[in-house]
């Protein structure tokens, strides 16, 4: 369960010495119970990176706590969050962030390397996770020769193979067309059914909110929950 209690965040900008605070979210507080689907949407600039990037634990919260079953991350060092990510989170963003230089199955590949897994071990995990997600036709392709979809699939397949129990996701359908982000969404739809991860979704899509369990709404750094669709 992911607990946020009066989070707030102020970046300060513009010349050191004359510098102004912006502040970016003001006292938000959401409850994400372990296998929603979770959607925050907002305008452009209404805070939503800010927050996933206080969720993952890229920049500290200037004031507020954030709680992850059960454990303060929020007091995290850094040491401990490269940990607790590698253990607890996937990620998966608008531009896929795909090493062009990797293959489909070198990309899924790379995090089950980075953690110490035997080739054997590792060879057998990629070939079942890019099965279940329609890839094993494109192993050995690079991700420029794979369509937007496809690539969606490989960073999908990428963020799957720790198994993490939370899916990040910053814009998962930005970057498709509208019969692309229908399959990316009942792919995501279908993991969180069948494996009950959590997803927490940022997104300016309403198309994303559907599938959601909670849909929650940031205007100008305030957080709100359910609300009417938003032309955004
Ligand atoms: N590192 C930073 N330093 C200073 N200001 C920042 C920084 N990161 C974000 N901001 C400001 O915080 C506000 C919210 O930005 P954020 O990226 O969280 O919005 P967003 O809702 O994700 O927007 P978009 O949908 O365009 O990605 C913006 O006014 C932005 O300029």
Redesign the pocket.
């Known amino acids: 369960m992911i607990n946020v209690k009066q989070l707030s965040h102020s970046?300060?900008?513009g010349k050191k010495g004359v510098e102004n605070e912006?502040s970016?979210?003001k006292n938000v507080s959401l409850t994400i119970n372990k296998g929603e689907i979770a959607s925050i949407v907002?305008?452009?600039?209404?805070?939503?990176?800010?927050?996933?990037?206080l969720l993952s634990g890229y920049?500290t919260p200037t004031a507020g706590e954030i709680e992850i079953n059960g454990t303060r991350v929020s007091a995290f060092s850094e040491k401990e969050w490269a940990k607790f990510r590698l253990e607890h989170f996937g990620f998966i963003f608008q531009n896929f962030q795909l090493i062009p230089s990797l293959t489909t199955f070198e990309n899924v590949e790379l995090p089950l390397t980075l953690k110490g897994i035997e080739p054997s071990e590792r060879k057998k995990q990629v070939m079942e996770l890019l099965t279940s997600v329609g890839l094993n036709q494109h192993v050995d392709h690079y991700p420029n020769e794979l369509s937007g979809g496809q690539q969606q699939r490989v960073s999908i397949a990428r963020a799957l193979i720790t198994k993490p129990e939370i899916i990040l996701a910053d814009?998962p359908t930005g970057s498709l067309d509208s019969e692309t982000e229908k399959d990316i969404l009942s792919l995501i739809k279908q993991l969180n059914n069948e494996q009950g991860i959590t997803f927490v979704i940022?997104t300016?899509d309403e198309e994303v909110a559907k599938i959601s369990d909670q849909r929650y709404e940031?205007q100008d750094?305030v957080l709100t929950k359910g609300g009417d669709s938003i032309a955004v």
């Open positions: 970046f300060k900008v912006i970016v979210l907002g305008r452009s600039g209404s805070g939503k990176s800010t927050l996933l990037h920049i814009e940022i300016h940031l750094g």
